[in-house]
């Protein structure tokens, strides 16, 4: 374990997770769930919430939560990374509990986030646009108010498990700038379309908003305070997911480099094999530290969160990727069908390292924040 880890009390909390998700996501539940439209299955969201209590870790305990830190989630997305888990937790818990916690709405987050924590309610946060943009300037979708309410006209996209959620917070432009909105399922005016995804396992759907009637939540005009620290732990969260999945396909690329024979000896012993698995060893301990300091820069709520989040999600996302791909290459032809699980972690990685902006969206962030100029 590296400096940058975690308590006794957090490795048993991984301990638990990680056998509740060997049972309950294989790569067989996998596989159904992705077939499905819904993409997740009810009963083990209800255990996780339930007898786990998961989607209230970092809740406070006056909205019904448990009050840790966000370092045990971190934990719980780690493994779920591993796991392949098909579930709206990020979109709920990462996402809209994530921006609840960020706004100063006290009234919202006691009418949402009980629910959230509960997991009687599945929500979700719709920001980025057909721009395929997720900053402050890519967001177009209007709101209006008209006597004692507000009505919402555009299209969101990408916006994950939006076409299963209960509760959707939309950014919106009104007179006076970004503003947050909340949106329940069966709207009026309110389409939900499914989207097409290279990673079956993360549902993603457009969402229309035809004058679709909405709660103000926060401030008019100064939602992006709140979004923009939402997207910091959102990319943390991320980012301790693709360790998740950079370490098990590490795992499996090394178990099969051990047990595969040709000409008489284990592939593990050639060259070539040593060097893809000695180089795939250092970019995911790599990706560890950066996701770890960023999960501890979350817990502290410290200044260096806004360069560390967009650190670890720029390196893990393009470890997470390499590791993938190098796990294809070292399985051979069985690597490429469809029937190993590598193409699925390999899906994952890549959708993942577009979502929340890519590698090169982060770069360019971090040299915003660190003052320092960027030439094409």
């Given at each position: 374990?590296?400096?940058?880890?975690?308590?006794?009390?957090?490795?048993?909390?991984?301990?638990?997770?990680?056998?509740?998700?060997e049972?309950?996501?294989?790569e067989?539940?996998v596989?159904?769930?992705?077939?499905?439209?819904?993409?997740?299955?009810?009963?083990?969201?209800?255990?996780?919430?339930g007898?786990?209590?998961?989607?209230?870790?970092?809740?406070?305990?006056?909205?019904?939560?448990?009050g840790?830190?966000?370092?045990?989630?971190?934990?719980?997305?780690?493994?779920?990374?591993?796991?392949?888990?098909?579930?709206?937790?990020f979109?709920?818990?990462?996402?809209a509990?994530?921006?609840?916690?960020?706004?100063?709405?006290?009234?919202?987050?006691?009418?949402?986030?009980?629910?959230?924590?509960?997991?009687?309610?599945?929500?979700?946060?719709?920001?980025?646009e057909?721009?395929?943009?997720?900053?402050?300037?890519?967001?177009?979708?209007?709101?209006?108010?008209?006597?004692?309410?507000?009505?919402?006209?555009?299209?969101?996209?990408?916006?994950?498990?939006?076409?299963?959620?209960?509760?959707?917070?939309?950014?919106?432009?009104?007179?006076?700038?970004?503003?947050?909105?909340?949106v329940?399922r069966?709207?009026?005016?309110?389409?939900?379309?499914?989207?097409?995804?290279?990673?079956?396992?993360?549902?993603?759907?457009?969402?229309v908003f035809?004058s679709?009637?909405?709660?103000?939540?926060?401030?008019?005009?100064?939602?992006?305070?709140?979004?923009?620290?939402?997207?910091?732990?959102?990319?943390?969260?991320?980012a301790?997911?693709?360790?998740?999945?950079?370490?098990?396909?590490?795992?499996?690329?090394?178990?099969?480099?051990?047990?595969?024979v040709?000409?008489?000896?284990p592939?593990?012993?050639?060259?070539?094999?040593?060097?893809?698995?000695?180089?795939?060893?250092?970019?995911?301990?790599?990706?560890?530290?950066?996701?770890y300091?960023?999960?501890?820069?979350?817990?502290?709520?410290?200044?260096?969160?806004?360069?560390?989040?967009?650190?670890?999600?720029?390196?893990?996302?393009?470890?997470?990727?390499?590791?993938?791909?190098?796990?294809?290459?070292?399985?051979?032809?069985?690597?490429?069908?469809?029937?190993?699980?590598?193409?699925?972690?390999?899906?994952?990685?890549?959708?993942?390292?577009?979502?929340?902006?890519?590698?090169a969206?982060?770069?360019r962030?971090?040299?915003?924040?660190?003052?320092?100029?960027?030439?094409?």
């Amino acid at each position: 374990m590296v400096a940058l880890g975690f308590s006794e009390e957090q490795e048993d909390l991984r301990e638990t997770v990680r056998l509740f998700l060997e049972e309950k996501s294989p790569e067989s539940e996998v596989r159904r769930l992705m077939e499905t439209d819904d993409g997740y299955d009810p009963a083990v969201w209800r255990q996780m919430a339930g007898q786990l209590g998961l989607h209230g870790l970092i809740i406070p305990e006056e909205f019904g939560g448990s009050g840790y830190t966000f370092a045990e989630l971190a934990v719980v997305l780690e493994e779920m990374g591993r796991s392949l888990l098909c579930s709206p937790f990020f979109a709920t818990v990462v996402l809209a509990a994530g921006l609840l916690l960020s706004t100063d709405d006290d009234i919202a987050r006691q009418d949402y986030l009980p629910g959230i924590a509960s997991g009687s309610t599945v929500a979700t946060v719709a920001l980025a646009e057909e721009s395929g943009r997720w900053d402050e300037q890519g967001i177009a979708l209007s709101a209006v108010r008209s006597a004692d309410y507000w009505t919402l006209a555009g299209e969101k996209y990408f916006v994950l498990d939006g076409h299963v959620a209960d509760l959707i917070f939309v950014a919106a432009r009104t007179d006076l700038g970004v503003s947050v909105f909340a949106v329940e399922r069966g709207a009026a005016g309110l389409t939900a379309v499914p989207l097409s995804a290279m990673d079956q396992t993360r549902k993603q759907a457009r969402l229309v908003f035809n004058s679709v009637p909405a709660r103000l939540i926060g401030t008019d005009g100064q939602g992006w305070a709140a979004l923009s620290r939402m997207l910091e732990l959102a990319a943390v969260a991320l980012a301790a997911e693709q360790v998740g999945g950079a370490q098990k396909v590490l795992d499996m690329a090394v178990e099969y480099a051990r047990i595969r024979v040709q000409f008489g000896r284990p592939i593990g012993s050639f060259q070539a094999i040593k060097h893809k698995c000695a180089d795939m060893v250092l970019k995911v301990e790599s990706a560890k530290s950066a996701a770890y300091f960023a999960t501890q820069a979350a817990a502290a709520d410290s200044d260096d969160l806004p360069v560390a989040a967009s650190l670890a999600k720029s390196y893990c996302s393009e470890a997470y990727l390499h590791a993938a791909a190098e796990n294809i290459q070292i399985h051979g032809g069985i690597g490429f069908t469809w029937e190993h699980p590598a193409h699925l972690y390999f899906k994952r990685a890549k959708t993942s390292q577009h979502l929340f902006g890519d590698p090169a969206y982060h770069r360019r962030l971090i040299a915003d924040r660190l003052g320092l100029a960027v030439t094409a």
